[in-house]
């Protein structure tokens, strides 16, 4: 068993039915990414277990997932009946929010994830500064991508999931019109933060702003 489980805290491991435990937060994660976690457990098995907690009212006894959603599709795509897990005391509002906390925490974290997960706190009645607390970023910072994602500025976040444009970038876009956002494109180049095929892409994406009156 790992450190992780047997040191420290001392929390006890216990073995839990994967298809018991409910993933209140998916991530869309790299497939390159999640084949090479699978290759690795299959090979040397599990360094660090899951935490889960018990959903209250269910029988038999199901869990809703805190952290480790790829570990444990892992254990699912190896064909795994059940996954060392920590069971933790916690109602569901709260494995949800330890989730988040825990995906913001990631190094290389996803911008569009991001985005989402400040969304999915506002949705639950979280003002900016608590949810800039809970992962780690200023209040400012929260409230620039939640205005963005209540412009409802789809190009710009489909721009910012495909890696056309930087999130700040997007972010000032989305906070002017057509020439100031030709403004900022240009600023971008000369910064050289954006050339080639990206800048021509980008361009576009104005013009259709534009012709949507945005």
């Known amino acids: 068993m790992s450190k992780d489980a047997g040191s420290g805290n001392r929390k006890q491991v216990t073995p839990i039915p994967t298809d018991r435990i409910r993933i209140l937060n998916p991530r869309v994660r790299n497939r390159r990414t999640f084949e090479a976690m699978v290759e690795n457990i299959a090979r040397i098995g599990l360094k660090r277990p899951i935490t889960v907690a018990p959903r209250t009212g269910t029988h038999p006894q199901e869990y809703d997932l805190v952290c480790g959603q790829g570990r444990l599709e892992a254990f699912i795509e190896l064909k795994q009946d059940s996954i060392p897990a920590i069971v933790i005391e916690a109602d569901e509002s709260d494995c949800l929010i330890m989730s988040l906390v825990e995906n913001c925490a990631r190094r290389q974290h996803n911008p569009l994830d991001l985005m989402r997960e400040i969304g999915t706190l506002r949705q639950r009645g979280y003002n900016d500064r608590q949810i800039g607390e809970k992962i780690g970023v200023s209040t400012e910072y929260v409230n620039m991508i939640a205005g963005l ?11 910012v999931e495909t890696g056309l444009l930087p999130l700040n970038l997007a972010i000032d ?3 002017t019109d057509a020439k100031g956002a030709q403004k900022a494109l240009m600023d971008a180049y000369t910064q050289n933060k954006l050339r080639g095929r990206k800048l021509t892409l980008a ?9 949507r009156g945005l």
């Open 149 to 159: 994602l209540e412009k409802g500025e789809e190009r710009l976040v489909s721009a």
């Open 203 to 211: 361009r576009r994406l104005i013009e259709q702003r534009e012709l």
């Open 173 to 175: 876009i989305a906070k």
